[in-house]
């Protein structure tokens, strides 16, 4: 599967930002998808997953309350709305995708920059 992450840029603190990860191939509503960021000098984290069918969701603490993963299987593309935006929310933000029966996310999308002003 290919990914392609969009909807990245510069907001203010309190900002809201919609990501968006359209994904490729037949088979996209057996993934598990997830959002993961990687702010400078800083390891990459997970931000947010969710399951194939959309009704299992995990979020990191640092967002829980102000982001929501969806997901649109028809449309092949997995969404992170983001409120409440906070300069430390500023990172480059992935998409990836875990195949069913795999431990690891594999797929992974080119990231995208967010940028949080105080």
């Known amino acids: 599967v290919q990914l392609q992450a969009s909807g990245g840029g510069l907001v203010q603190a309190g900002g809201s930002l919609t990501l968006s990860c359209a994904a490729s191939g037949r088979t996209f509503s057996r993934y598990f998808m997830g959002w993961f960021r990687q702010a400078p000098g800083k390891e990459r984290e997970s931000v947010a997953r969710i399951s194939w069918t959309g009704d299992s969701t995990y979020y990191a603490d640092s967002v829980k309350g102000r982001f929501t993963i969806s997901r649109d299987n028809a449309k092949n593309t997995v969404y992170l709305q983001m409120n409440s935006l906070k300069p430390e929310d500023t990172a480059v933000y992935y998409c990836?995708?875990?195949?069913?029966?795999?431990?690891?996310?594999?797929?992974w999308g080119q990231g995208t920059l967010v940028t949080v002003s105080s």
């Open positions: 990836a995708a875990k195949a069913p029966g795999e431990y690891e996310y594999k797929y």
